[in-house]
Each structure stands twice: as structure tokens, then as C-alpha cells.
């Protein structure tokens, strides 16, 4: 089993309502999950026929889920070539996260004024179970806590528009996180996650914007942006030997 199939034969535990949805909605539901969990990881090549074999239906299925995975920026389509899981460059991870920002603003904003009790107590169970994910070590699943986390915060502000934003933000956030994140960290500090649903509960709009910005920023700080990236140069990758063959070889000459 290939690493596509092992995370994708895995049910969803997301989009719960999307299971008895139409079938492309199945799929859908799947690998927007997988790419959330970061298990589907970016440049994943995305295969009509190996999916359609998964999930037991048509490359017709297959193409629509991929066209509105597409659409929310997580999956690349390429002419004659087939899909691929997205792969932000730099800049283009620039640019999402200052989206992002500015949709969590007018988010937390709206949830100041909106968010119900029953909602700021769901939010809490949320944090509760992605504190007990990351200390078990699941961090696929945590991962995906601290995203639908603030799925339900858009939930709670009231405005559908926004969340339809920010559902396909966060995915490509994950996609970002998975591909520029420095190694050992977690995905959001749930401490952080307390702090803005008090903020919201106590309807502080000043004060929640001010946490909610200060998350992000912390969010953001985990990302190596700046820095050097792998490389397919196996001569780049490898050049620290060769500068040590280099200078054994003149010392051998001089020794000589």
C-alpha cells in the first residue's frame, strides 16, 4: 500500500455530515482531512486511478472532488500530467497567512458580538481534546483540532462568507506548516486558544483581536521563511563533503 492509499483508507473524523453526502463529497471530505492532518504531504501525487480503486468509484467521482479541492487552492491540477497535493512557495505562504490574518480579525471580531454560551462551550471541549491529542503524541489529530478550532470560531462570528475563507486558508496554512515548520513544534498553542475564547466569552473585542493577532504571529514565528530549503541538487545537498574532500586533498599535496 502506497503512502496516498495508507492515508486515505483511514476514516474521516472530520465533515461528519459529509459521510452521507454524495459521493464526491465522500472523497472530498477524505483528503481535505488528509491534507489537513498534514498525511497527505505537499507534491503528493494525486492518482484518478489509485483514488477511484480506494473509494470504489468512477474517475468522474474523482475529478469533481479534486476540481473543489482545486478551487480552495489545495490541489493542483495540471494539464495532461494529472493532480498533485499543492506546494506554496515562500512568497505565496507570505501572502496566505496575511490573508489568513486578516480573516481571523473580522472573524474574532464578529464572534465577540455572536458566539452563543453553548458555542464558547464547545470551543472549550475543543481545546480540552487537542491539549490530550498532543500529549498522547497524535499529532495528526491535534492538528486537526487546532484548525477545526477555528473553523467553529467562524462558526460562532456568524458569517458563512468568512468561513468559507478561512476553511480553505487553513487548509493551505497546513499545507505551508508541513512544508516550512522547524522541526519538534506544535501546530497552535492551546494555551493561546484559551486565552482568545475568555477574550470572546468576556466580549473584549480589543483584547481578543490583540490574542487572536498575537497567535498568529506566533504561529507564523514557527515557520523557516527566510532560510534555506531542501534541495533536488544532489551537489548542493552534499557540497559540505565536497569542501572536506577539497581541503584533505590539498593538505595530502602539501604534505607530499
Avoid: W
Avoid at 516550512?180 to 466569552?201: F, G, L, M, W
Amino acid at each position: 500500500m502506497n503512502d496516498v492509499e495508507h492515508s486515505l483508507k483511514k476514516p474521516p473524523r472530520a465533515a461528519k455530515g459529509t459521510r452521507n453526502g454524495t459521493q464526491d463529497e465522500v472523497v472530498y471530505a477524505h483528503i481535505f482531512e488528509a491534507i489537513l492532518e498534514q498525511r497527505l504531504a505537499p507534491a503528493t501525487k494525486l492518482s484518478e486511478e489509485a483514488l477511484g480503486e480506494i473509494f470504489g468509484v468512477s474517475r468522474t467521482i474523482i475529478r469533481r472532488a479534486l476540481s473543489r479541492l482545486a478551487h480552495e487552492g489545495v490541489v493542483l491540477l495540471r494539464p495532461n500530467r494529472g493532480a498533485v497535493v499543492a506546494s506554496p512557495g515562500a512568497e505565496e505562504a507570505r501572502q496566505i497567512f496575511y490573508a489568513r490574518r486578516m480573516i481571523e480579525r473580522a472573524i474574532t471580531e464578529l464572534a465577540c458580538v455572536n458566539a452563543t454560551p453553548e458555542q464558547i462551550a464547545g470551543l472549550r471541549q475543543m481545546v480540552i481534546e487537542e491539549r490530550e491529542c498532543f500529549a498522547r503524541g497524535d499529532r495528526g489529530m491535534g492538528i486537526r483540532l487546532s484548525g477545526e478550532f477555528h473553523l467553529k470560531l467562524a462558526e460562532a462570528a456568524g458569517n458563512f462568507t468568512l468561513l468559507g475563507f478561512l476553511r480553505s486558508l487553513i487548509s493551505q496554512t497546513s499545507l505551508i506548516i508541513a512544508l516550512y515548520e522547524s522541526n519538534s513544534r506544535t501546530h497552535c498553542s492551546d494555551e493561546e486558544h484559551d486565552k482568545v475564547i475568555d477574550a470572546i466569552e468576556s466580549h473584549n473585542v480589543e483584547v481578543a483581536v490583540d490574542l487572536m493577532m498575537r497567535h498568529m504571529d506566533s504561529v507564523d514565528a514557527k515557520l523557516n521563511l527566510e532560510g534555506e530549503t531542501a534541495s533536488d541538487d544532489l551537489h548542493a545537498v552534499f557540497s559540505h563533503l565536497l569542501q572536506s574532500k577539497k581541503k584533505s586533498t590539498r593538505a595530502s599535496s602539501r604534505s607530499a
